[in-house]
């Protein structure tokens, strides 16, 4: 008899619990699947959600099984679980399947929560997590990545910088440079990444926000990463000192 072990996950208030048990399943099986067996899903009768061609283009390795649940299944042979709390909830969120990224060998999960945000990062070998800002965008030589989520007046932005090795992550950079919002980051290089930002400067007569745009950049300076702050944003910075 073979115990397979299955892996429980669950994001409250921004962060991330795992649990596991053990289960006796009766079928003998000698190595990993390669591939996956049929499994009912929830897409086969709700076929326009919006992530349901990812799922269902996933080879059987992502599973909806109902509505509120999102099983993983890895190469190891175990399972990761993901399931909603309820939007009625005091602290609700969900789990929305984005793909798979293949340069790192993860399963990217959208967590989208209660005034919080994140991606969850899923080791489709092992199932290992990375609760990260955003989506990753890669440098020109693919072994790493920028990533960023929040803005506005209630979710502080962060960018953080991730390297990979032997389809493992490791985080190099992780900053809260106290923007309003970041549009788009793009690399210049393998040392050099640009940034369009948004800079809050006061609200105008009507009381709405003023954001200006302006631009940005992280460098990797003698093996450090460093921010270099627009120039509007140093004064204003300047001028509240």
């Excluded at 800002?133 to 989520?149: E, I």
């Amino acid at each position: 008899m073979r115990s397979h072990k299955y892996l429980y996950m669950m994001a409250f208030c921004g962060t991330l619990t795992i649990f596991s048990c053990n289960t006796a399943d009766k079928a003998e099986t000698k190595s990993p699947p390669v591939s996956f067996p049929p499994q009912e899903s929830y897409y086969e009768t709700n076929p326009i959600d919006p992530e349901a061609e990812l799922i269902n283009t996933s080879n059987g390795r992502v599973v909806r099984t109902s509505p509120d649940t999102l099983q993983i299944n890895l190469e190891n042979g175990e399972k990761v679980i993901l399931i909603d709390e309820g939007k009625y909830t005091d602290h609700p969120y969900e789990y929305v399947y984005k793909g798979f990224e293949e340069n790192s060998g993860h399963h990217l999960i959208d967590l989208q929560i209660h005034e919080d945000y994140g991606v969850l990062y899923v080791n489709a070998q092992d199932g290992t997590t990375q609760r990260l800002p955003g989506l990753p965008v890669y440098n020109p030589s693919k072994y790493m990545f920028v990533c960023y989520g929040g803005g506005g007046p209630l979710l502080e932005i962060n960018v953080d910088i991730v390297s990979i090795e032997a389809l493992q992550m490791k985080n190099v950079f992780s900053e809260a440079p106290g923007w309003w919002t970041i549009q788009n980051a793009s690399w210049e290089n393998d040392s050099t990444i640009s940034l369009d930002v948004g800079i809050y400067a006061g609200d105008d007569d009507s009381g709405m926000e003023k954001i200006i745009n302006d631009k940005a950049k992280i460098q990797l300076v003698d093996g450090e990463w460093q921010i270099i702050q627009p120039e509007l944003f140093m004064k204003m910075q300047n001028a509240e000192e």
